[in-house]
């Protein structure tokens, strides 16, 4: 009986499972409901206290300016949209208020809608009002700009008809043009890319020719135009030293020399150079000036202060131009005009350099004639006018041929008489004749003539190698670039592709019924006939040679 009393007294006591009541979606407040919940949070620690509702008024946001003529009909139709969130926040507040709670809240929102309407539209009449005030602030800013404009067009017109157009292929990229403006820092006295550059070139130049210079080296313009290139990778010519020389004067002596020692195949040393000797002060103890870092610092800023004038002066011209002109100190200006173009300031003209001195070169047959007469003594123009009348009595017209003299002079004029003894007379003269006329010819020709000349001396061997060069390939016609390039390698004369080229026109031009040409589109094609005696052609082509020799 014990037993089952104690068991009954714990199995009384022992708690149970706790079952959450189920919440219903939709229930009418009453006046208990407070102290019952009150009662549960005390209970139950691990339950969150209810956050009471939040006024309308306070959690609904203000719509912006832009929004609010746009939100006002929603804002008016639906007042108590806001209380959602909270609703949702707060499960033990009932979702479905009561029909006193209702007609409460639509009577507070139609108090409040005409209120909401009337701010709003006075806000959207003050926006457009402010509107209105700014379109017409940036309309007479306009009208300014455009007045400024013309004047500025007006006062530019001399210079804009001095200065030809550029055409749109010749014009300057945008980091040329607009260098001046992609500066950092406050604006100021910027030279234009171009003196950039050239100043850049100077500094080049400086540096090599103190190193030529301090080592006792003649400096010459080939060595400086290398270093040069290598140091700007740029092109350097003496249209850019000209330039040079007109900004800085005192910086360079030019002088055309010959007699210097350049270490090259392609330079003779008996051919005139151009010489560069920078312009050092003497040191005061007589010794040779050296071209230092602290010389080469002070010859740098005075070429960019010289460029600074330079570009000054046509800014003064340019202040000169406007309506009504400006006059500004040089030593007061620090900075260009805003509508003054840094960058489409002029090129500077280069300064005439010294050049090598002209030869007299002969050209025709009598400057030929007259330069041998001044070298000739009087005695000897004497004897050959003899001999000119007396050729031109033989070559009258009574006679046709040349009477011969019974007995020959004792004296030839042109050999010893051991040497041509038992030759005669008249042999002697036909090859006197024929050497007479072919100086005569060599002297008178020109000098097209003369590379046709040397091109028919060469054709017999190349006609052999270009037939070699058929029979290997094994095909009846090649292209002309594959042709030259064969040729160019089996030939013993060095010959560039496009001169192998000139040959086989030539070749083609005198034998076209052995080597044609065809033209396929944009390629030409060499056509050979193998079948051709070579012996024979290769004596056309030296009888075609001699012919156009004798001429």
């Avoid at 013309?150 to 210079?159: H, K």
């Avoid at 350049?262 to 000036?289: M, N, W």
């Avoid at 960019?304 to 000054?312: D, G």
Wanted: with cysteine.
């Amino acid at each position: 009986m014990e037993q089952r009393r104690v068991t009954d007294f714990f199995a009384r006591r022992r708690p149970g499972p706790h079952i959450a009541p189920p919440k219903l979606a939709c229930r009418t407040p009453s006046p208990a409901r407070p102290a019952l919940r009150a009662s549960d949070s005390a209970t139950s620690g691990s339950r969150k206290r209810a956050r009471p509702p939040a006024a309308p008024e306070r959690d609904q946001a203000r719509p912006p300016a832009r929004r609010r003529l746009r939100l006002s009909a929603d804002a008016v139709s639906s007042p108590s949209s806001p209380e959602a969130p909270d609703s949702s926040k707060a499960p033990d507040i009932p979702a479905c208020p009561s029909l006193g709670q209702k007609i409460k809240k639509s009577t507070s929102a139609a108090g409040q809608a005409p209120q909401l309407t009337s701010s709003q539209n006075q806000d959207t009449i003050s926006e457009l009002a402010s509107c209105l005030q700014r379109a017409r602030e940036l309309g007479a800013r306009v009208r300014v700009l455009k007045s400024s404009a013309q004047d500025a067009g007006e006062s530019c017109t001399p210079e804009a008809k001095g200065r030809p157009e550029e055409p749109c292929g010749e014009k300057a990229p945008a980091y040329q043009r607009f260098h001046a403006l992609a500066q950092p820092g406050p604006p100021g006295l910027v030279l234009p890319y171009k003196y950039q550059v050239l100043a850049e070139m100077f500094r080049s130049m400086d540096t090599i020719v103190g190193m030529l210079h301090n080592r006792s080296e003649t400096p010459t313009f080939a060595k400086v135009q290398r270093g040069v290139q290598d140091m700007m990778r740029r092109r350097f010519e003496e249209r850019n030293v000209g330039q040079i020389k007109t900004v800085y004067p005192a910086s360079y002596c030019f002088r055309q020399e010959r007699g210097v020692p350049t270490f090259k195949d392609g330079v003779k040393r008996s051919d005139y150079q151009l010489t560069i000797e920078p312009l050092l002060e003497q040191e005061a103890d007589g010794a040779a000036p050296q071209l230092t870092a602290s010389r080469l610092l002070q010859r740098r800023q005075i070429f960019s202060q010289k460029l600074v004038e330079h570009v000054k002066e046509h800014h003064k011209a340019f202040l000169a131009s406007l309506r009504p002109p400006m006059v500004v100190p040089e030593d007061q200006l620090t900075r260009w005009h805003p509508r003054f173009n840094v960058d489409e300031v002029p090129d500077i003209e280069p300064a005439v350099l010294p050049q090598p001195p002209t030869t007299e070169k002969l050209t025709t047959a009598q400057e030929v004639l007259a330069r041998a007469r001044s070298l000739m003594s009087p005695r000897m123009e004497k004897a050959l006018s003899q001999l000119a009348l007396r050729s031109a009595e033989r070559s009258s017209p009574g006679s046709p041929r040349p009477a011969l003299p019974d007995t020959p002079p004792a004296t030839p004029p042109a050999a010893s008489p051991s040497a041509l003894k038992g030759v005669s007379q008249d042999l002697l003269e036909r090859v006197r004749a024929k050497e007479a006329q072919k100086q005569l010819a060599q002297m008178t020709r020109c000098p097209e003539q003369e590379q046709r000349l040397q091109r028919l001396e060469r054709l017999p061997e190349l006609a052999r190698v270009l037939r070699s060069v058929f029979v290997s390939e094994r095909k009846p016609a090649l292209s002309m670039e594959v042709a030259c390039a064969r040729m160019v390698g089996s030939c013993r004369t060095a010959m560039s592709p496009g001169e192998m080229e000139k040959h086989l026109l030539l070749l083609s031009e005198l034998l076209p019924d052995w080597l044609s040409l065809h033209h396929i589109r944009t390629d030409t094609y060499v056509k050979l006939d193998k079948a051709a005696d070579l012996a024979s052609i290769t004596a056309r082509l030296a009888r075609q040679a001699r012919a156009e020799e004798g001429l």
